[in-house]
């Protein structure tokens, strides 16, 4: 941080340094800090897609989605040729369950740039969503096509092949998603995940602390594993992992949804009410559903 520092007191009207400072300070509790920094890189570059882009990704992670609209259609705007905006906002649509909207900006970018793997593999996802399971995996296989080590549509090749119980085939997916990234979180837990569903649960658990070993804070592990545990009603296991999830995520509103069900299903109404109300006030704040059942899914 201090050489972005000693670098913005040399040149203060580089845009990119402010940009890669913003990227850097997206961590817990400097929020406002990288806010500040991506504030800065898009006042020095206006009309440039990076900066916008760097706001955009601290929009997302906090779920403002409201505001990250705003960007986007600025983005898109600047140039709408702009594949990657238009990947990621889909992307953001697919979260919000707008899967039509999703599909036709998605088909855009898949209509301007055939060769995207981001774009067929977001489409993948789109597919996972509407359980259109060997739609998703034809996507998955074209985006490999075009980009043999992208370790997400592994990912989701794997996930289509467990939707379409097809668990062998979707263990070695996720496997050579690995194998192209070992951190990666969503790979690390479906593996887990479609162990459990194969009733190897012993080894699922060991697999979940073995990825926790490497990396005590991978918050894709941990709300995987208190899901497990939940599953195999362990739930003073799992309210602990949960709690260590958001350690790393507090204002997330799923989580705070999920933990809330799950004292409301201990019968712990009082720990469970000031969870609920977290997770509203942040729902009315950027239009995120709360999810009251408290389920995770693949």
């Known amino acids: 941080m201090a050489a972005f520092d000693r670098a913005l007191e040399l040149d203060p009207r580089n845009s990119f340094t402010w940009q890669f400072k913003a990227t850097l300070l997206q961590q817990p509790k ?16 206006p009309k440039s897609t990076g900066p916008l882009r760097a706001k955009l990704v601290l929009l997302e992670g906090m779920q403002r989605y409201n505001e990250a609209f705003r960007y986007y259609d600025e983005a898109l705007a600047l140039d709408p040729h702009d594949v990657t905006a238009r990947n990621h906002k889909g992307e953001l649509l697919i979260n919000l369950a707008r899967y039509d909207e999703a599909l036709t900006l ?16 977001s489409k993948g996802n789109v597919h996972l969503r509407q359980a259109r399971n060997e739609e998703a995996l034809a996507c998955f296989e074209r985006a490999i096509t075009v980009n043999p080590n992208y370790a997400a549509a592994w990912n989701g090749k ?32 479906n593996k887990g995940r479609t162990l ?39 739930y003073d296991e799992a309210l602990a992992s949960l709690n260590q999830a958001l350690d790393l995520q507090p204002g997330n509103i799923d989580l705070l949804g999920y933990r809330a069900n799950m004292l409301r299903i201990a019968k712990r109404y009082d720990d469970a009410l000031p969870y609920f109300d977290r997770a509203f006030a942040i729902s009315d704040r950027d239009g995120h559903a709360v999810d009251t059942q408290g389920a995770l899914v693949l």
């Open 30 to 45: 400097r929020d406002d800090e990288a806010f500040d920094a991506a504030d800065q890189a898009i006042a020095r570059d």
């Open 106 to 121: 998605l088909d855009e970018g898949i209509a301007l740039n055939p060769q995207s793997a981001d774009s067929w593999n």
């Open 158 to 189: 794997g996930v289509a092949f467990s939707r379409l119980q097809s668990d062998a085939d979707a263990v070695s997916a996720f496997v050579r998603a690995l194998e192209l990234d070992p951190t990666y979180g969503l790979a690390l837990t």
């Open 196 to 234: 459990l569903a194969l009733g190897r649960n012993d080894e699922a658990m060991a697999w979940y602390d073995q990825a926790l070993a490497n990396d005590l804070h991978n918050f894709d592990v941990l709300t995987a594993k208190a899901e497990a545990l939940v599953d195999l009603k362990r």
